[in-house]
C-alpha cells in the first residue's frame, strides 16, 4: 500500500521567516509527486516533481525530490500571512490514476 | 470557464438518509476522483473515473456509489448515510494530455461539499 508521510504536522512562524514542509514517501513504482496548497476551501496545485534534483521554483516557493531517499521538501521564504494553509504531498504511482496523499502541514505565519 | 463544479455546498443528513453529491467539469477532462477529507486529515480516493462509462473504487468506497454517464457529470451517491460519512467531499478532475505523460496532469478541485450526519 502506498504511504506519504509529511511533517511537521503544523507550523507556527512570523512573518519573514523562512520554512521547509517535508514528505516522505513509500510507493511502488513512483511516477510524480505533487505539493498542493489549501486554504479555506479547494486544493490549488503547486509543483509537481518527476526527476531527482531538480528543483522547481514558483516565486518565494521552491521544491525538491530526492528519489533515492524517497523525500521532498517545500520551501518557502520570505514568510508572509497570505502563505498560511495546509500544505498537502501526494505521490503518483505508474498505475497513473490514483494520488496517495500525506495528512497535511497546516502552517500559520503570524504578523 | 467554471471548472468543477460541486453542489450542494453543504448538507445535515440524519442517520439512514441517502443523498447524491453533484459533480461537474466542463474542461472536457477524462479523469474524474472524488475524495472525502476529515478534519486534521489529508484526502481519501473514495471512487474515481477515467471516463464516461467507466468507475473504480479507490481507497474507501464503502458506503457509496458513483456514475458516469457522460463525460462532464460524476455524481456520488451515499446510501444510508452513517456519522462515519461526516466529512468534506471534494470532487476533483484533470486531462489526458496527449502531448505528453498523460498521468502527469494535475488534479484541478471542486470546492468541496461540507456533509454532516447526525
Known amino acids: 500500500e502506498d504511504k506519504v508521510v509529511q511533517s511537521p504536522l503544523s507550523l507556527v512562524v512570523h512573518e519573514g521567516d523562512t520554512v521547509t514542509l517535508n514528505c516522505s514517501y513509500e510507493?511502488?513504482?513512483?511516477?510524480?509527486l505533487l505539493w498542493y496548497k489549501q486554504e479555506k476551501k479547494a486544493p490549488t496545485f503547486l509543483f509537481m516533481l518527476?526527476?531527482?534534483?531538480i528543483e522547481k521554483k514558483s516565486g518565494r516557493l521552491s521544491s525538491i525530490l530526492d528519489k533515492k531517499e524517497l523525500f521532498s521538501i517545500l520551501n518557502i521564504t520570505a514568510t508572509q500571512t497570505g502563505d498560511s494553509a495546509v500544505y498537502l504531498c501526494?505521490?503518483?504511482?505508474?498505475?497513473?490514476?490514483?494520488?496517495?496523499f500525506g495528512g497535511g502541514t497546516r502552517l500559520m505565519v503570524k504578523p | 470557464n467554471a471548472g468543477v463544479t460541486q453542489t450542494p455546498k453543504f448538507r445535515i443528513l440524519k442517520i439512514g438518509q441517502s443523498m447524491t453529491l453533484q459533480c461537474a467539469q466542463d474542461?472536457?477532462?477524462?479523469?474524474m476522483y472524488w475524495y472525502r477529507q476529515d478534519p486534521g486529515m489529508g484526502l481519501k480516493l473514495i471512487y474515481y473515473?477515467?471516463?464516461?462509462?467507466?468507475?473504480d473504487k479507490g481507497e474507501v468506497p464503502n458506503g457509496y456509489n458513483v456514475s458516469r454517464s457522460t463525460t462532464e457529470d460524476f455524481p456520488l451517491r451515499l446510501e444510508l448515510a452513517a456519522p462515519s460519512q461526516t466529512s468534506v467531499y471534494f470532487c476533483?478532475?484533470?486531462?489526458?494530455?496527449?502531448?505528453?505523460?498523460?498521468?502527469?496532469?494535475?488534479?484541478?478541485f471542486g470546492n468541496g461539499t461540507r456533509l454532516t450526519v447526525t
Open positions: 476533483a478532475s484533470r486531462s489526458r494530455d496527449r502531448g505528453r505523460d498523460p498521468y502527469n496532469s494535475p488534479l484541478h
Open positions: 510507493v511502488t513504482n513512483f511516477r510524480s
Open positions: 518527476t526527476s531527482s534534483g
Open positions: 501526494a505521490v503518483r504511482n505508474n498505475a497513473g490514476n490514483m494520488l496517495t
Open positions: 474542461m472536457n477532462h477524462n479523469y
Open positions: 473515473s477515467v471516463g464516461a462509462g467507466i468507475t
